[in-house]
């Protein structure tokens, strides 16, 4: 997963860094709130772990910032040294999705991510998904629309996949580059453009068939499924 890590302690965050990395996990330090709210108004994530005493707003105020403006249910991890009932009580009722109290084992904090992963992506390990009227099949590398197999190169088949399994959400150039063509790649996000243009006429990612392919400014892509409006025919055509 791609992962926005907010702690202000700069020892500790790299040592979660360097946890994270193990797991096989992407992931951006935050020592602040208003630098991580920052970076998640332009940038996409599939979890954030939040700090709760942060040098400038509490990781409460963060917190009640995603739920306000991420259109997603984006999991969110309270990773903290506040260990008071009414402090866990209070970040689980205003939106936290799973509380740790410091200091934290490395193996129980990468258990609990996979398990806030599972639960946000359930067919993630599905062999054969359909969404819509697309078919992925990862065990073969295919993509069927309409049950007709699309063909597909390895990059665009990666990207498709990446798009349909993140349905809905808004998700950033950086986070697509990152997750199809990895973080050592050397690209011009004309490239991501480019791949979308294409994936969007092979899939015929249109209102006509159900969905709709976004570019969002100054951030990236966002896949719908919307409604297929069924055509009205004039009367006098109709009879």
């Given at each position: ?5 907010l ?6 965050g790299?040592?979660?860094?360097i946890?994270?990395e193990?797991?096989?996990?992407t992931s ?5 709130g208003?630098?991580?709210i ?6 996409s994530f599939d979890?954030?772990?939040?700090d709760w005493?942060?040098?400038?707003i509490g ?9 306000e403006?991420i ?7 309270f ?12 970040a689980?009722?205003n939106?936290?999705d ?8 490395r193996t129980?904090?990468?258990a609990?991510?996979?398990?806030l992963g599972r639960?946000s992506h359930?067919?993630a ?6 969404i819509?009227n697309?078919?992925i099949?990862?065990?073969?590398r ?7 197999e699309?063909?597909l190169t ?9 798009l349909?399994?993140h ?20 690209l ?10 294409r994936?969007r ?23 719908e ?6 055509e009205?025919l004039?009367a006098a055509?109709?009879g």
């Open positions: 997963m791609r992962i926005a890590l702690e202000d302690d700069p020892q500790q790299e040592l979660m860094k946890w994270l193990d797991g096989g996990h951006q330090l935050f020592h602040a208003k630098d991580c920052k970076a998640l108004s332009h940038d979890l954030v772990i939040i005493q942060l040098p400038d990781g409460d105020r963060v917190l009640a910032w995603i739920r403006h259109d997603w249910m984006i999991p969110v991890l990773v903290t040294a506040r260990h008071e009932p009414e402090d866990i009580v209070s689980l009722e939106g936290a799973d509380y740790m109290i410091k200091p934290v084992q129980e904090m990468l609990r991510i996979a398990a639960r359930t067919s390990d599905s062999t054969v998904t359909r819509g697309v078919v099949d990862t065990s073969k295919q993509v069927f629309v309409d049950e007709l699309v063909e390895g990059k665009e088949y990666d990207l498709a996949v990446f349909l399994k349905t809905g959400r808004i998700l950033s150039r950086g986070h697509i580059m990152e997750s199809v063509w990895g973080r050592s790649a050397n011009n996000t004309r490239t991501v453009d480019t791949h979308i243009s994936i006429k092979k899939l015929d990612l249109t209102p006509e068939k159900g969905w709709r392919l976004t570019a969002i400014y100054q951030h990236g892509y966002r896949l499924q919307i409604e297929i409006k069924e009205v004039p055509l109709a």
